[in-house]
Each structure stands twice: as structure tokens, then as C-alpha cells.
């Protein structure tokens, strides 16, 4: 059982349009970051948030954090191909002390 | 710049020897680091922490006899897969920290492209 749920697990869409994707979990984070993988590379940090409520903005890339800091949301608008790759959600728990990862959600850009 | 190191980038070994994948911290000293197992298209899955001048800590369900895991210095990990079979190819990454796990990144390094034969 994936201590944070991430959704969808897989996502095709065309160059210019949006994509959301979720990272949820019963407990409340402590902290929470979104990390982007390429294919045959280690994740690359993209953001860390802390504060329910926070909103942080990365180019085209807007990143919520639920007010009960139980949830978080990726927002990518007007996605490009470089957008391609697979995006983690991990966070750690006021209930757990580790690092945990969530399942992560293929995204796939095309031009 | 890389600050995480991992070598080799990729290994194919013969089922029933040992292969060694180092991890270096480029710049700075990192007392805890962590070692990941990735399947395709998946998450990364924690192995184990591996702390500097002591145990490694595994989770739950992960072989410590056959995952070995040094921690000599404070810039170098080593994780060793020992008496391999072709069930242990896989993608294996790991990373250390600067500071607080959460709060600071995480950085990785390139991982490990294991093939066993």
C-alpha cells in the first residue's frame, strides 16, 4: 500500500494543452516535494512546500498544497515536449519519518 | 553540476557474482545517504539508509546479506549486490541529502543500469 497516491498514473496529451496531477495521502505531511525523472537519470527536485495553503509557481508549472497539508496538485499549462518525463510526488509524514515516494505519473507530451 | 555521483551507469554481470555501485557526494559531506531500486516505469522503491560509520538501516523485506552496504566515508556510499540472478536486474539510484530530508532536495545521482545474465 503506496503511503501517497499519486494520480493519474499515466497521462498523453498534445503540445499546448494542460495536465494536472495529484499526490494524496490519509496523513498529514510535515513536507512535501515534486521531483521529475527522465528516462535512465535520477529525479531532479522541482519544488518543496510546507504550508498548507502554499501555492508556488516554476515557469509554467503551478504547485498547490492542500490547506490540511494532506494533498498536493501539479499544474503544467500549456505543456511542451521538454515537459516529457516521469513526475514524483514524495513527502515526509508527521506520521512516518522517512522520505516516501509516490507511485509517479508518465507524462508524455507530443508535438 | 552533478553533486550526487554514481558509478557504474550501467553492468551486466553473470548470475552468481557480486557487482559494487559506488555513490559520491561531490561537494559536500553527507552522513546519511539512501539507496533506491527502480523498475521501469515505476516509483522508486527505498532499499535502505545508509549511515556513515555505522549500520545501514534496510526496510522492511529487503535481504541485508545480499545488498551490502559500506558507508566508509562521509562522501562515499557503496552497495554491493552479492551472489546476483537475473531477478535483482534493475535500476538502482542513490542519493544523499545537504540537510533536513524534506525540506532540502534530494539529490540523485544517475543511477545504476543492472543486468544479470
Known amino acids: 500500500t503506496q503511503l501517497l497516491e499519486q494520480s493519474p498514473q499515466f497521462l498523453s496529451i498534445q503540445e499546448g494543452e494542460n495536465l494536472t496531477v495529484y499526490c494524496n495521502s490519509s496523513s498529514v505531511f510535515s513536507s512535501l516535494q515534486w521531483y521529475r525523472q527522465e528516462p535512465g537519470e535520477g529525479p531532479v527536485l522541482l519544488v518543496t512546500?510546507?504550508?498548507?495553503?502554499e501555492v508556488k509557481k516554476l515557469k509554467r508549472l503551478t504547485f498547490q498544497f492542500g490547506d490540511a497539508r494532506k494533498d498536493s496538485s501539479l499544474h503544467i499549462t500549456a505543456a511542451q515536449p521538454g515537459d516529457t518525463g516521469l513526475y514524483l510526488c514524495?513527502?515526509?509524514?508527521?506520521?512516518?519519518?522517512?522520505?516516501?515516494f509516490g507511485a509517479g505519473t508518465q507524462v508524455v507530451v507530443t508535438p | 553540476g552533478a553533486v550526487v555521483s554514481q558509478h557504474p551507469s550501467w553492468v551486466i554481470c553473470k548470475s552468481g557474482t557480486s557487482v559494487k555501485i559506488e555513490c559520491r557526494s561531490l561537494?559536500?559531506?553527507?552522513?546519511?545517504m539512501f539507496w533506491y531500486r527502480q523498475f521501469p516505469k515505476q516509483s522508486l522503491m527505498l532499499m535502505a539508509t545508509s549511515n556513515e560509520g555505522s549500520k545501514a538501516t534496510y526496510e522492511q523485506g529487503v535481504e541485508k546479506d545480499k545488498f551490502l552496504i559500506n558507508h566508509a566515508s562521509l562522501t562515499l556510499s557503496t552497495l554491493t549486490v552479492t551472489s546476483a540472478h537475473p531477478e535483482d536486474s534493475s535500476f538502482y539510484i542513490c542519493?544523499?541529502?545537504?540537510?533536513?530530508?524534506?525540506?532540502?532536495?534530494?539529490?540523485f545521482g544517475n543511477g545504476t543500469r543492472l543486468t544479470v545474465t
Open positions: 542519493s544523499a541529502s545537504r540537510g533536513t530530508v524534506g525540506n532540502s532536495p534530494l539529490h
Open positions: 514524495a513527502g515526509v509524514g508527521d506520521s512516518w519519518g522517512k522520505l516516501q
Open positions: 561537494d559536500f559531506q553527507a552522513t546519511t
Open positions: 512546500v510546507v504550508t498548507g495553503g
